[in-house]
């Protein structure tokens, strides 16, 4: 079931949103050459507590960090280490879920480590742009899930060959980090296709491959890398849908 969310339920997501699109930012001050994935971790979770939110990343289904940090050719749910050390021309996705006073919200940047490649720097341009087709997709009237799916995947893929993950989506966000609907980054007939209604709020969420979408799972059973050892991307909003189209709840 789709749990649609009032004014203020909706006001309240945006305050946790606002504590988490500061630590965002906070990240970009700190990521160097040289800082390990623990440190931007712990600089995380200091800021999230420290402003009165739960990182809930924390201990869901047993994920042991504040954060998701992950590095090149990992996609997502990248677990922080003291023996990771980012160097220049790496890139670095790091995905945060904040509560605050009961409320949930998502997001999601991929930061580059110094200078990165031109065709580094171009796969981190067109997944962010992917977010945001995404997001243009939903203020569409009488636009459904799907719209966000193709817009990604017309952007990523058709626009300019890259991957599209599969095996991983967007979510209904808010009272619980993952709730219904699916936000699939391509477009399924199996996967259900509601139109979008005023009170939904949902994590919408590009995982980008500069190669094959196909992805694996390290044996820790939470890394999730590229199959082909090429580069990924990741950006993520929370966003709700309103009477008057669509706010984003994770952007200052
Ligand atoms: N933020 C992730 C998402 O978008 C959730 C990570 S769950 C964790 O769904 F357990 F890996 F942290
Ligand atoms: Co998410």
Do not use: A, L, R
């Given at each position: 079931m789709i749990q649609l969310k009032n004014r203020h339920e909706i006001d309240k997501i945006r305050e946790s949103g606002k504590v988490l699109a500061e630590c965002l930012l906070t990240l970009d001050e700190v990521i160097r050459p040289g800082i390990t994935t623990y440190d931007v971790d712990r600089i995380a979770h200091e800021f999230i507590t420290s402003h009165g939110g739960i990182p809930s990343c924390l201990g869901y289904c047993g994920y042991p960090n504040a954060t998701c940090t992950s590095v090149n050719d990992v996609v997502i749910h990248g677990i922080p280490s003291k023996h990771l050390v980012l160097n220049e021309g790496d890139i670095i996705s790091v995905d945060i879920c904040v509560t605050l006073d009961g409320f949930v919200s998502d997001s999601t940047r991929t930061y580059e480590v110094g200078k990165v490649s031109p065709e580094v720097h171009k796969l981190n341009v067109v997944t962010r742009e992917c977010l945001y087709r995404g997001i243009d997709a939903a203020r569409k009237r009488n636009a459904r899930i799907s719209d966000i799916a193709s817009a990604v995947f017309k952007h990523a893929?058709?626009?300019?060959g890259y991957g599209v993950v599969r095996d991983y989506t967007g979510h209904g966000v808010g009272f619980d980090l993952h709730e219904e609907p699916e936000v699939p980054n391509y477009v399924s007939p199996l996967i259900p296709n509601p139109r979008l209604k005023p009170g939904m709020v949902l994590a919408v969420e590009p995982m980008i491959n500069?190669?094959?979408?196909k992805i694996r799972t390290m044996k820790d059973g939470w890394t999730v890398k590229t199959a082909d050892g090429r580069p990924a991307c990741h950006w993520e909003h929370t966003i709700a849908i309103t009477d008057d189209g669509v706010e984003v709840l994770t952007e200052l």
């Open positions: 893929f058709s626009e300019n500069m190669g094959t979408w």
